[in-house]
């Protein structure tokens, strides 16, 4: 499967942006999925992710309460919906797929994905 992540862009604190991971190929349903950050000078961090279809969700307690991640199965994406943002959020967003159904404490170790996407930045300006 291929993954495309988008959505990113400039937001003042406070504002919020949805970012999309689009798949092409296979039917994003049958992959987990998460999303993880790298912001400049920093090691790659998770931020959220969701299990195969009619599974759980699990987010990083830095972003739990503001961001939500979600499946759109007519788009054939998984959304991130990023409200609250903050200066600390400024960072390139990819998108992850992993095939099956893995437990949900190993879905924050990008490690375990197959699948990435090329990233998309954001930026929050305070």
């Known amino acids: 499967v291929q993954l495309q992540a988008s959505g990113g862009g400039l937001v003042q604190a406070g504002g919020s942006l949805r970012l999309s991971c689009a798949a092409s190929g296979r039917t994003l349903s049958e992959y987990a999925v998460g999303w993880f950050r790298r912001a400049r000078g920093k090691e790659r961090e998770f931020v959220a992710a969701v299990r195969r279809s009619g599974g759980g969700t699990y987010y990083a307690n830095s972003v739990k309460g503001r961001f939500v991640i979600s499946r759109d199965k007519l788009k054939n994406t998984v959304d991130l919906q990023m409200s609250s943002l903050k200066p600390e959020d400024t960072a390139i967003y990819y998108c992850?797929?992993?095939?099956?159904?893995?437990?949900?404490?190993?879905?924050?170790?990008?490690?375990?994905?197959?699948?990435w996407g090329q990233g998309t930045q954001v930026t929050v300006s305070s």
């Open positions: 992850a797929g992993k095939a099956g159904n893995p437990i949900m404490s190993t879905m924050m170790n990008g490690d375990m994905y197959d699948y």
